[in-house]
């Protein structure tokens, strides 16, 4: 975080001891949008977020407190954060937040031995097929609407990357999770070169300015998602359900979880 605005990350620091004054114990505390996904810049906001859990106590209750805290956005800081058990269940349906956030190479805090623990059950119980959907998701919700229209460069790259997520696990047969910086995963994905060059060309120059503003969508980028649309809108269909699987992974995510709420004895 060596060029992070040192008084962001003091607000940061701030906001995590508030929640923790919930009464709740921080697991990890890292930066998720475009800083970590490796495209970000100069006015890229701070996007903080957290996993915690709280006493056991607070899920026997028959009200429970909300499975999320969220603070205002103020400027460019954004905090956020899940309870464990909120995370886990969204995992189980594939979503790769968690383990997005569990590989995130920026950390601002966090408990020895937590990330460790979490990102070996995830290992276990996180379905690449199930991810694959995921990122199916996120492609459509950032597909560039009209064919001919200005877009928000900036925001182009927000359906680049599942594109290029999707060629990466396709590659391997959607047998692994692809790697959370879209560099790294771009480096090893088939995609053209004309369109990987477009690719990098766009996150050069939204590293160099704060305001890229609009544009038509590239030739090569919209052929790239183009393609991936079409290619994938069925993936769901060739997929066959493992109820074992299922079961055996939901097993081993509430074992991890009645584990982690007595860990070590849930001490506050």
Not at 65 to 90: M, N, S, T, Y
Not at 145 to 161: F, N
């Amino acid at each position: 975080m060596h060029d992070f605005d040192p008084s962001a990350v003091a607000e940061i620091r701030a906001k995590l001891d508030e929640a923790r004054a919930f009464g709740v114990r921080i697991g990890f505390a890292i930066e998720s949008g475009s800083r970590a996904w490796g495209f970000p810049s100069p006015d890229s906001d701070y996007d903080c977020r957290f996993i915690y859990v709280r006493p056991r106590s607070d899920y026997l209750s028959l009200f429970p407190p909300r499975d999320v805290i969220e603070f205002p956005i103020v400027g460019d800081i954004d905090v956020g954060g899940w309870d464990l058990r909120k995370a886990l269940l969204l995992a189980l349906k594939g979503n790769a937040v968690l383990v997005e956030w569990v590989t995130s190479p920026i950390v601002y805090e966090e408990e020895a031995g937590f990330r460790t623990r979490l990102g070996a059950l995830l290992d276990e119980i996180m379905m690449p097929r199930k991810v694959a959907l995921h990122y199916v998701g996120l492609l459509n919700q950032h597909f560039p609407a009209g064919e001919d229209g200005s877009v928000k460069l900036k925001k182009l790259l927000y359906a680049i990357r599942p594109a290029v997520a999707l060629a990466w696990m396709n590659e391997r047969n959607f047998s692994k999770l692809p790697p959370m910086n879209m560099l790294e995963c771009l480096e090893s994905a088939p995609v053209p070169a004309e369109q990987r060059q477009t690719i990098l060309d766009l996150i050069e120059v939204k590293k160099a300015t704060r305001e890229m503003g609009e544009g038509p969508v590239p030739g090569p980028i919209r052929e790239l998602l183009v393609a991936a649309r079409h290619r994938y809108e069925q993936l769901g269909a060739g997929f066959a359900r493992d109820a074992t699987a299922d079961a055996q992974a939901q097993t081993r995510a509430d074992a991890f979880f009645q584990t982690e709420i007595d860990y070590p004895n849930n001490s506050i």
